[in-house]
């Protein structure tokens, strides 16, 4: 499998605890994955590939250890899980840091995680690195962290932030609250005309690269991003706080080994907060009852933020043809700063120019303000993003990754084996999240254990049987099972079809209810705009 893949180079003394570690580790537990290139170490264990399959969508690759002041070749593959928490899809050590180990380093991941490149990878402005991504994920959109950008330009213009304190503040502002291509543009230059910074290298470098980290240019794809403010610069590191300038290599594993720990505890408890408490409802809308039903605690309040903000937000009827209207939605009193919205009544899917959905997978106020005008009062199913649900683990994979590495594929008892022990590890999981879900999942344990020794008797009965009678029997076993497994397969292809079909009548349903309260509130309106014309006419009558 994998580990010693690559030249196969014996690794040198700087990671040789390491690369005991990970042995020992794999011995334990085949599913844990490393491999070795020269000097270079990389490696992933099942909890982070399962991870993968549920929080895969995008991706944080981490170098910042190399470069910031801290000697410690340690790079990170991490992700957002469902509470919007870091969590971890793997790590490496890479002493040589050319584009050749870089590009090692990253096809190893992918090849860890079955080929499933993810939508989005963000990582640090470095050329290389953006060489490297491209060349082994050349349909993911690449951007490069902005924080990292923000803390080098206040190193590159100390002089700057020191003599004009506005200048943060100003400079954010342009990054971060710019809402389109123009009002970003106009916005750069009128700052660099007010601090006569038009000749600034770093400044025209950074603008030269725009497109590679200024949100207004990546909001078509979506990056889990789920925070607006400027706090949200310093994006929670898996990391951070466990490995500093002062950790060395020896000690990298404790550290590593004690984030993975503190990282899994947060989401038990994020986990059980979710399931055991109520949050607040802030409106009597049945939209708020079904997220909060739905989304984890975090995400619920994040999108309870914007329901509530639609107060504020009424939406004006531009443009009608067909199914199909145009809105203005824009803040009370803040006319000039407002957004378009396209409502397709007929496929319930709306568009909106800010593109929170796409960037973030939370729908946004303006295009919950038309919601409301049109009546629609549950969130359409295309607007709830599993990965964002309480249930982000247990249902459906952002991928189905198989377990096995490609290698280990032609092994029946290794994939046997993966297979299985992915299964257990899901039900750990989920098992300890409560007593309630323990002595369910401990009750269930019990049962299997009985049906794997009745299946075990039966194997031995059977073959035992078949070598007295017939040997040609066994054979037949075989076929039978085969019929079973068949019909089984046919059951689950029913049920999902029916399933399939279900969610489409829903669906309809909803688009019909919908449709069916605007022609009423338009017959309203009618009334009412016939009745005043009526009693015009009595009046001018009168007259
Ligand atoms: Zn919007």
Redesign the pocket.
């Known amino acids: 499998m994998m580990s010693n893949s690559g030249t196969n180079r014996p690794c040198g003394d700087r990671g040789d605890d390491v690369l005991d570690y990970l042995k020992r580790m794999q011995a334990e537990n085949p599913a844990f994955c490393y491999a070795v290139q020269d000097e270079n170490l990389f490696w992933v264990d099942p909890v982070s590939r399962i991870n993968y399959t549920h929080f895969g969508d995008t991706v944080r690759f981490d170098t910042t250890f190399r470069s910031q002041h801290v000697d410690l070749p340690f790079v990170t593959f991490t992700g957002l899980n469902h509470h919007g928490q870091p969590v971890l899809f793997g790590c490496g050590l890479l002493f040589d840091e050319s584009e050749a180990s870089l590009i090692w380093v990253l096809q190893t991941w992918l090849q860890a995680m079955s080929g499933q490149a993810p939508i989005s990878i963000t990582t640090d402005p470095d050329r290389l690195i953006q060489l490297a991504v491209a060349h082994v994920f050349p349909g993911s959109r690449q951007r490069f962290c902005k924080w990292c950008i923000l803390k080098e330009t206040q190193e590159k213009l100390t002089h700057i932030y020191q003599t004009h304190l506005s200048f943060e503040a100003d400079f954010r502002k342009c990054i971060n609250n710019t809402e389109t291509i123009e009002e970003f543009e106009s916005c750069w230059q009128s700052l660099l005309d007010r601090y006569y910074l038009m000749d600034n290298e770093w400044l025209q470098s950074m603008y030269g690269a725009r497109h590679q980290w200024v949100p207004v240019y990546m909001r078509d794809t979506f990056f889990g991003e789920l925070c607006t403010s400027e706090s949200s610069d310093a994006i929670s590191s898996f990391f951070n706080g466990y490995i500093d300038a002062a950790t060395t290599i020896q000690a990298l594993i404790t550290q590593y080994e004690k984030a993975v720990a503190i990282w899994h505890e947060k989401e038990m408890k994020a986990d059980h907060d979710t399931m055991n408490t109520i949050p607040i409802l802030k409106t009597p809308s049945p939209m708020e009852k079904q997220a909060a039903n739905l989304y984890t605690r975090k995400l619920f309040l994040k999108f309870q933020d914007q329901l509530v903000e639609t107060m504020a937000y009424p939406s004006t009827k531009v443009k009608e043809s067909g199914a199909v209207t145009l809105y203005r939605?824009a803040k009370f009193e803040e006319d000039q700063k407002a957004?378009t919205?396209t409502f397709n009544s007929y496929e319930m899917k709306a568009n909106?120019?800010?593109?929170?959905f796409e960037y973030s997978g939370i729908i946004?106020?303006?295009?919950l303000s038309v919601f409301r005008a049109k009546n629609v009062l549950t969130l359409p199913s295309q607007y709830i993003m599993t990965r964002w649900t309480r249930n982000a683990k247990s249902g459906q994979s952002v991928s189905e990754i198989s377990p096995q590495l490609p290698t280990d594929a032609e092994d029946p008892l290794v994939v046997r084996c993966n297979n299985l022990r992915q299964e257990a590890m899901k039900f750990v999981e989920e098992g300890a999240k409560s007593i309630h879900i323990y002595n369910a999942a401990m009750d269930a344990l019990q049962e299997a254990s009985k049906k794997v020794a009745t299946a075990k008797n039966k194997k031995f009965v059977t073959t035992d049987g078949d070598s007295l009678a017939n040997g040609g029997n066994q054979h037949a076993c075989g076929e039978h099972q085969m019929t079973r497994h068949q019909s089984m397969v046919e059951k689950q292809k029913k049920i999902s079809e029916l399933t399939a079909e279900l969610d489409n009548t829903n669906q309809r349903c909803e688009v019909y209810r919908a449709n069916l309260l605007a022609v009423l509130r338009d017959m309203e309106d009618q009334k009412l705009k016939l009745s005043v014309k009526v009693q015009n006419v009595r009046l001018s009558l009168k007259d």
């Open positions: 939605v957004h919205v909106c120019s800010c593109q929170m946004c106020r303006h295009i």
